[in-house]
């Protein structure tokens, strides 16, 4: 189980529970009394409470594996080999693998992150945040809380400029807001977007070449642009299908019509069979396909 989508990591706890039953279940037989079963152990090798401990133990241990493998996902943001130093706008999943990766940019953002967060929370959903290094230090609370609800966490440029950079004021970008980043939360990722898309500034250039997956996107929301909230939904549901990464934004200026709109959304994604996912989650599935073919 390499990623886990809230369904795998029930799956995944499914399977600590029935390995905890069945070492319940021979710890009973050990112990219970039942003639047989002494017949074929000897069951004063081992009493209850050793076996009892060992389970505890095997359970502490799995879940503080499971634990530390989402802990990691959160704090080491990091994508598959084959697309770190690329520029990626989407991936190729199967027909029926219908996952899908929101996005929000431009954040952290007053009122409207936290409508954002509040609702992704309601509907047991994540998805990844391209922040931008000045709001991050402006917002410090909104940033931590995104990191808290288990959302994924990118780098989006210091002040989110569109001019050519060179190599060094493109290290600038990334790196100061690499550290606003990791000093108010511990993260550290390898996810950028340029911001505008553009993808001949410097940056994209200066990303690639120090390992940091560019992530563009397959449809955009509209949502910067003077569109109504049932545009930006009729966008965003266009854009729905196995491996899309959709745009949207929590910053940057009044994002009220993208918050307001997203529950309907994702109740309306859910209805079509999609599941969510982080970016990072989303090439997991493309690389294991790739790995399977
Ligand atoms: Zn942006």
């Not at 511990?186 to 898309?197: A, I």
């Amino acid at each position: 189980m390499a990623y886990l989508t809230s369904k795998n990591r029930s799956f995944g706890l499914a399977v600590v529970g029935a390995a905890l039953l069945g070492t319940g279940f021979l710890a009973w037989q050990f112990t219970g009394g039942r003639t047989s079963v002494s017949q074929w152990f000897n069951p004063n090798a081992i009493s209850r409470k050793t076996l009892t401990t060992e389970a505890e133990a095997a359970f502490a241990h799995t879940a503080g594996l499971i634990a530390e493998a989402e802990r990691q996902k959160l704090y080491n943001v990091t994508v598959p080999p084959q697309f770190l130093g690329k520029t990626i706008k989407d991936v190729k999943l199967k027909p029926d693998q219908k996952y899908i990766a929101l996005t929000f940019d431009d954040g952290p953002w007053p009122k409207v992150t936290n409508n954002i967060l509040y609702t992704l929370k309601a509907h047991d959903v994540r998805a990844t945040f391209f922040v931008v290094g000045l709001h991050a230090q402006a917002y410090p609370e909104q940033l931590k809380q995104i990191v808290a609800e288990g959302h994924i966490l990118a780098n989006h440029t210091w002040n989110h400029r569109y001019h050519n950079f060179s190599t060094q004021q493109a290290a600038v970008q990334f790196k100061k807001t690499a550290d606003v980043i990791y000093k108010h939360t511990g993260v550290k990722t390898s996810l950028f977007r340029p911001p505008g898309g553009h993808l001949r500034n410097g940056l994209v250039k200066y990303a690639n070449a120090n390992k940091y997956s560019s992530i563009m996107w397959s449809q955009d929301s509209g949502d910067t642009t003077n569109i109504s909230s049932s545009s930006i939904l009729a966008n965003i549901l266009a854009g729905a299908k196995p491996g899309a990464i959709i745009l949207m934004h929590d910053g940057g200026g009044d994002r009220l019509k993208t918050a307001s709109m997203l529950p309907q959304a994702i109740k309306e994604l859910k209805k079509r069979g999609y599941q969510f996912v982080t970016v990072p989650e989303l090439f997991e599935l493309a690389a294991q396909n790739s790995s399977q073919s």
